[in-house]
């Protein structure tokens, strides 16, 4: 604890030094994921929503990655976070923050792209194009010590040239550099729907050792929180479960598909029961996250963390659901086996 205080005390000072984690960090054994965009009050460059209660307001830290969002790569040649440079002094209290999340031993990356298209098309380009684009994005990685890079591709893009950005961000800042990418849900199934253009499966046959997860995006039609099905439908199509995070809207101001706390926690009872090693959750969007809202956004993240750890329950523990839904779990294992081994004969009979 010491070590700790001595940490935050430091990154109070020069926010920027490589983090040093403490001992209260969230194991990260299911992972709990916030999106922070929303990084001000009414955009107000004087009311800032501050990140430091996810790690001040509960004995244990629950959050283990959180990923300021959204870099965007202008045509202009600049860089930006959501409408202005990131060193615009708007954010100064924001990389204070993420500094004091690092030395408390939470992940703290960036995320790129997301619905306003153009960045990924620029480093789709040939080589000259990625190079200048590319160096605007390595120099705000490096200058404000983010440790990953989510990246949120709903635009086209080639499969050779999100290769190439994976393999020049693991060149450039380790093996220990967190790359995870958000796809909608449906990618990650055998001919579901596709924002990104390039094939999922292809990408995790040929980088997926590179890539630490997928944030799944459960929500806005393309995948359904509420329930186990879609996510189950996913590693039945072979993605592994530690490797898919859950990703579910914290409102439903924040978009369609928003799953309330109450019918959610089945879901993950289910999820960590059937499968030891689930991925996690993520939330869009920190700011105003129920069940606290924008005076309590943290709760999300300790709620969170509280159920999707439920794996590590007692075996009675995991008992205590009805048999009505014992049964229905139980229909819908046998379901899921007999659709996986369909799946793989007409595979084999294609080939």
């Known amino acids: 604890m010491l070590v700790c205080n001595a940490a935050n005390w430091m990154t109070r000072l020069m926010p920027f030094l490589v983090p040093a984690a403490c001992s209260e960090a969230a194991v990260d054994d299911h992972r709990v994921v916030l999106y922070y965009q929303t ?22 830290i629950s959050v ?4 300021v969002a959204a870099i965007h790569l202008n045509g202009d040649g600049s860089i930006h976070l959501n409408d202005f440079p990131p060193e615009n002094p708007i954010f100064d209290q ?24 153009g960045s990924y098309q620029r480093l789709d380009g040939d080589d000259a194009e990625f190079e200048q684009y590319y160096g605007l994005l390595h ?10 890079l989510d990246l949120d591709v709903e635009e086209s893009m080639s499969l050779d040239g999100m290769i190439r950005l994976i393999d020049r961000l693991k060149q450039d800042f380790g093996d220990g550099f ?17 924002l990104s253009g390039f094939n999922y499966f292809d990408l995790e046959a040929q980088r997926g050792s590179s890539i630490s997860f997928y944030n799944g995006q459960f929500y806005y039609g393309w995948g359904n929180a509420g329930s186990a099905s879609d996510y189950e439908s996913i590693l039945d199509d072979g993605f592994p479960a530690d490797k898919v995070v859950m990703g579910m809207v914290t409102n439903p101001s924040n978009g369609g598909g928003f799953i309330d706390l109450d019918s959610e926690a089945p879901v993950l009872q289910e999820l960590t029961s059937e499968n030891p090693t689930f991925g ?65 004969i007409y595979r084999d009979y294609i080939a």
Do not use: C
Request: net charge neutral.
């Open 39 to 60: 990084t001000q009050y009414n955009n107000s460059a004087t009311e800032h929503i501050s990140l430091l209660p996810l790690i001040n307001s509960a004995p244990e």
């Open 64 to 67: 283990t990655h959180v990923l």
């Open 94 to 117: 924001v990389w204070s923050d993420a500094a004091q999340l690092q030395a408390a031993g939470v992940t703290v990356m960036g995320m790129l792209g997301g619905a306003a298209a």
């Open 139 to 148: 120099d705000m990685i490096g200058t404000y010590n983010l440790q990953g």
């Open 178 to 194: 967190v790359i995870s990418l958000a796809p909608v849900a449906s990618a990650l199934t055998e001919g579901g729907g596709n």
């Open 280 to 344: 996690g959750v993520a939330g869009w969007e920190y700011f105003n996250s129920l069940p606290g809202g924008s005076s309590s956004p943290w709760e999300w993240a300790a709620w969170m963390g509280d159920h999707v750890r439920s794996a590590a329950a007692t075996d009675a523990e995991k008992r205590e659901i009805s048999s009505t839904e014992a049964i229905w779990r139980g229909v819908r294992k046998a379901g899921r086996r007999v659709r996986r081994e369909a799946k793989k």
